[in-house]
């Protein structure tokens, strides 16, 4: 099994830190004693207590003998079960277990000392996150020979997928190659051209390609997300094209009225094609759609921003959400650089910056901005019509607004607004809160089977890495 996701976090100075122990509580130790005691010594000694505490006058001896042993035995398994609960509780709160698949288990922040800055000219945390996240890359690779579709090299959709070997997918292995170009490629351990190759054997005999959840039809988001990818790699701009062209002519309010009314779908689809075909006719529209999506917060000074939806449902109202208008702000800033941008396209993503740097929220590093999310992008089955297919949707929302805040235009927003402080504040605490939600490199989704999805890990680290660009300062 993998061995890499299991070593300690380092310090800012690159230096092996272990984790602490939590402290037990009084009470705890108390009722760990007693379980390394033994049960059945405990058990035994209220046993005897009762004994000679309980009136022979009892319904005789058999009923007190009969009352001792069962409070005895009692005692015993109730002193059993109160140890165990707290050797597991302990073991799980130190981070110290991690998965059968040697995937590590969520860690605790280090101590404040831990995190504190380094000393002048030591390393910062970040190079040795970045081995972390590609020696686990690099161990969880898989390869299987699919007879339909011939070799496959990549990953499914989470790191701790059982059992193995797991059939790579689309997402996963399109997030997997976008990390390892994030991360340079450092070696030939992974290889751009099989990972390029394996995606586009993943494609869908009608074009496109598709979530496992979502069937044999492609889907635009799914689509676009593996353009985006294989544009990034250096594919043949030709095939990039023809089925950028196919990804679009279906991505259309007639033919995809569910997804051409979620923001998460069109933002996607944007980014994508912005990368795979920047020449379409099709991204003025897109740009335009999530313009006019916009909505009202009279929350926040009636700054325009954007919720899960681009058009509200019948009879209702569409709620602001961070993560989707961080989404949309980060779309619009890069449709401005490859398509430009007309004075109301300006106004409305600039209102979207204004509004994330309004929030309310006491503490900037776990505000209610930055609770990650989830939605569902439902759409009538392709085959059978009286089901419907579902597509979960998880949301990263503080790597989202980390990018939303990194973005060219905020320091002049924030000047206009006197909010440069709150801007600094805001960005420190969104970036704090991505780095916590990692471990070793790889970030996790807690509360479900399948916690260490890889874009999570891909949004975590892109994120960071942008903060710390922004960051630098020659001489520094």
């Not at 941008?341 to 776990?366: F, M, Q, V, Y």
């Amino acid at each position: 099994m993998p061995t890499a996701r299991m070593r300690a976090s380092t310090d800012p100075a690159g230096h092996p830190v272990p984790p602490e122990p939590p402290p037990d509580p009084p009470s705890g130790r108390v009722v760990t004693w007693l379980g390394r005691f033994g049960p059945v010594a405990v058990g035994y000694a209220v046993f005897q207590a009762l004994v000679g505490l309980l009136p022979d006058a009892l319904f005789g001896d058999t009923a007190r003998y009969s009352l001792a042993v069962v409070s005895g035995l009692g005692t015993g398994i109730s002193a059993w079960l109160a140890a165990a609960l707290l050797r597991a509780r302990g073991g799980s709160e130190d981070g110290r277990t991690g998965d059968p698949d040697g995937v590590p288990s969520p860690r605790r922040p280090l101590p404040s000392a831990v995190r504190g800055a380094a000393e002048p000219g030591a390393p910062g945390p970040l190079p040795g996150l970045s081995t972390a996240t590609y020696a686990t890359l690099v161990e969880r690779l898989t390869v299987l020979d699919d007879p339909p579709r011939g070799r496959l090299t990549g990953w499914p959709h989470a790191l701790d997928e059982q059992p193995e070997p797991v059939r790579p997918t689309p997402t996963g292995t399109a997030y997997g190659l976008h990390i390892a170009l994030e991360l340079g490629m450092p070696d030939g351990r992974l290889r751009t051209s099989e990972l390029v190759e394996t995606l586009w054997r993943l494609r869908l005999p009608e074009g496109g390609w598709a979530a496992r959840s979502q069937g044999t039809v492609g889907r635009p988001e799914v689509t676009a997300l593996v353009l985006g990818a294989l544009a990034r790699a250096g594919a043949d701009p030709g095939r990039l094209a023809t089925e950028a062209q196919r990804c679009t002519e279906r991505f259309t309010r007639e033919l995809e009225p569910a997804g051409a009314e979620l923001t998460h779908v069109v933002t996607t689809v944007l980014r994508g094609l912005l990368r795979a075909a920047p020449d379409s006719p099709a991204l003025p529209v897109l740009r335009d759609a999530l313009v006019d999506g916009a909505v009202t917060d009279p929350a926040r000074g009636h700054r325009r921003c954007w919720g899960s939806r681009l058009t509200p449902p019948r009879g209702r109202t569409v709620a602001p959400s961070a993560v989707h208008t961080a989404q949309a702000v980060v779309a619009l800033d890069r449709a401005a650089r490859v398509l430009g941008e007309d004075t109301n396209a300006r106004d409305t993503r600039k209102e979207g910056i204004r509004w994330l740097l309004s929030c309310p929220g006491p503490a900037h590093d776990g505000c209610e901005d930055l609770e990650s999310g989830h939605e569902t992008v439902r759409r009538p089955h392709p085959v059978d019509a009286s089901r419907s297919e579902v597509l979960a949707v998880r949301h990263f929302s503080a790597a989202w607004v980390v990018r939303a805040l990194l973005t060219p235009d905020v320091p002049a927003v924030a000047a206009d607004e006197d909010r440069e402080a709150a801007w600094q504040e805001m960005l420190a605490g969104a970036a704090a809160s991505v780095w916590r939600q990692q471990d070793n490199g790889i970030w996790t989704w807690g509360g479900d089977d399948f916690a260490y999805p890889l874009w999570m890990t891909y949004q975590g680290l892109s994120a960071l890495r942008a903060h710390a660009v922004w960051m630098y300062q020659p001489g520094g």
